[in-house]
């Protein structure tokens, strides 16, 4: 099953507040988690990514934390700002070994609005 | 400046029509790839490529066509076959392994 189910479909964070986005997998040959920000009529962008290998992954305000015996792994935004309202995606890739393309499966989008 | 060119932005297109999206890359990427996205659906795959001349369907790929003559340049077409072509198409590369994917800015077709 290659799912990625990702929750809540829209979240309202006032400023300076956390927003938390979830993602579920059941594929366990997935082993890259890539996560993606997008804005109004911008094509997504690589925000960051985790290897299954790693519980918890920081740059700046972005962590992702990832449950690898759950299947779980999270998307935090401390401090959130209203720059950060985009649509954000979860994304998962099977790698074998180094030399594969694959292609990702994404979950479904979670639309952040971060009000001033 | 490497990247994704999607061309144009914006298209219109009358229904029984084909049309063809542009995606060049010059990231020297072997992979590309086109997405569909649809409010609330998130991004589905239609067709992907990952070596000149061969490209495999993705999840939708009905009503749609896809050439690889070059590494740089991959093309979609919107045939009038596809029943619901309005939306919002992203073209995408990739490097080998644990790399991500890069997006163009997308091309927004609606057809009526």
């Known amino acids: 099953q290659q799912q990625v189910k990702q929750s809540p479909q829209s979240l309202i964070v006032q400023k300076g507040g956390i927003s938390i986005i979830n993602c579920a997998y059941e594929?366990?040959?997935?082993?890259?988690f890539p996560w993606y920000q997008q804005f109004p009529g911008k094509g997504p962008a690589l925000l960051i990514a985790i290897r299954p290998d790693v519980s918890e992954k920081k740059e700046g305000r972005f962590t992702i934390s990832f449950n690898k015996s759950a299947k779980q792994f999270s998307l935090h935004i401390m401090d959130s700002q209203p720059g950060d309202s985009a649509t954000y995606f979860c994304a998962a890739i099977e790698d074998a070994g180094g030399t594969s393309y694959g292609k990702l499966t994404f979950g479904q989008g979670t639309i952040l609005t971060v009000h001033p | 400046d490497g990247g994704i060119t999607q061309s144009p932005k914006y298209l219109f297109r009358k229904e029984g029509q084909n049309v063809t999206l542009s995606c060049e890359q010059n990231l020297n990427h072997d992979a590309m790839y086109w997405y569909r996205q649809d409010p609330g659906q998130g991004l589905r795959l239609i067709y992907y490529?990952?070596?000149?001349?061969?490209?495999q369907k993705g999840d939708i790929a009905e009503g749609y066509s896809v050439s690889r003559e070059k590494k740089e340049s991959f093309p979609l077409t919107v045939t009038s076959a596809q029943k619901n072509p309005t939306a919002f198409y992203l073209c995408a590369s990739k490097g080998q392994g644990r790399s991500p994917l890069h997006f163009g800015n997308g091309t927004r077709l609606t057809v009526t």
């Open positions: 594929n366990t040959a997935f082993d890259y």
């Open positions: 490529s990952q070596i000149v001349n061969d490209f």
